[in-house]
């Protein structure tokens, strides 16, 4: 009774490649993949395809196969393990921004790599391990003093529970006060924002003890419902919220991989009319871990964007990487969860 009821394709012929165009033969190649997979669990092909529209047939077939593919990949980014790691940017005095860093923000020196062939410097710091915190990473290329923010890139966010002491720390060490410490309009949270050395400005966020202090990094873009769907779609990130302030003609997105409370959150800011930035050359990227630079980089590509770097290992540390694009040309790289934990062995 089963041998009867089971789906047959013991007669599946597959056309001449002769007969078919290059795409058909494309798929056609994809479909034999698959018919000897059928094989494998003892089912055989059978004759269903007439004649006269065997290449239509097949080339169905394989396009429903690689849009199974493709939507695989695509939830597979929902379900990897991604946390952010770093944000990257330029100084033009590491020991003053260290300094800085430590005594006004009360962050840690976690490591220091200098790469003296490609002359440049990076200095890890932040509120507690790598393998457990979003940090800093600062970069100094021999002899560069100075760097151009740009307009596009708008200010990190550190969330205390006490930013009067911040900013009088920054006072006294000489430091920029941007904004005094007053409540935000129409709710309770007091907030001030200050400048680096270098001009980079940190909102401070008055908060009850936070598991990630460096809480945020504000980015501006040209349109906000289409960031919205490429992080979604190609970075996994969940939309956590978004706020319209008419009065400042502005609206920004909330995106993250957990609640904003515990989590380092990216807020995409979009001021109503500005579709363009001019990004600079101080800010970098943001750096995000992954089971697979590989499936990360395909998915990427499904999504829309742009690959910067394909996926494979760094020549130097063997850290396997991809780097992309956003749609409005702000850059993240993705490194190989198990490199990274060796790299910081």
Not at 57 to 82: I, P, Y
Not at 137 to 146: A, F, N
Not at 274 to 291: L, S
Request: aromatic letters at 10%; a neutral charge.
């Amino acid at each position: 009774m089963s041998s009867s009821i089971r789906p047959s394709l013991s007669s599946f012929m597959l056309p001449s490649l002769a007969s078919c165009n290059p795409s058909q033969k494309l798929s056609l190649f994809r479909l034999g993949s698959g018919i000897r997979q059928f094989h494998k669990f003892g089912l055989k092909a059978s004759r269903f395809l007439r004649h006269d529209d065997k290449c239509m047939r097949v080339m169905a077939f394989g396009n429903m196969s690689t849009a199974a593919t493709q939507e695989n990949v695509l939830d597979w980014v929902k379900h990897d393990k991604r946390r952010m790691l770093h944000v990257v940017y330029r100084v033009g005095d590491l020991d003053k921004s260290i300094k800085f860093y430590r005594e006004c923000l009360g962050m840690k020196l976690l490591r220091k790599r200098d790469m003296q062939e490609q002359k440049y410097t990076n200095a890890f710091l932040g509120y507690g391990p790598e393998d457990a915190h979003f940090v800093v990473e600062l970069t100094y290329s021999y002899g560069i003093e100075k760097y151009d923010i740009g307009d596009g890139f708008g200010h990190f966010g550190i969330a205390i529970d006490d930013i009067s002491r911040i900013v009088e720390l920054v006072r006294a060490k000489g430091g920029k006060i941007t904004r005094e410490p007053s409540p935000v309009k129409g709710g309770n949270t007091t907030i001030a924002y200050i400048e680096d050395p270098d001009g980079y400005q940190f909102e401070l966020l008055e908060r009850v003890p936070s598991p990630e202090p460096l809480c945020k990094v504000m980015l501006r873009v040209g349109d906000l419902d289409r960031s919205i769907k490429f992080y979604e779609k190609a970075f996994g990130m969940e939309l956590l919220r978004t706020q319209d302030d008419p009065e400042s003609k502005s609206t920004i997105g909330i995106l993250g991989y957990g609640p904003e409370e515990k989590n380092t959150v990216l807020e995409l800011t979009y001021n109503y009319g500005v579709t363009n930035y001019d990004k600079g050359d101080a800010y970098a990227q943001i750096t995000i871990d992954t089971d697979d630079v590989y499936k990360t980089a395909e998915a990427i590509k499904l999504a829309g964007g742009k690959i910067t770097r394909e996926p494979g290992p760094i020549p130097v540390m063997k850290t396997k990487i991809t780097s992309c694009v956003d749609p409005d040309g702000w850059k993240t790289v993705f490194v190989d969860n198990v490199d990274f934990r060796r790299e910081l062995e």
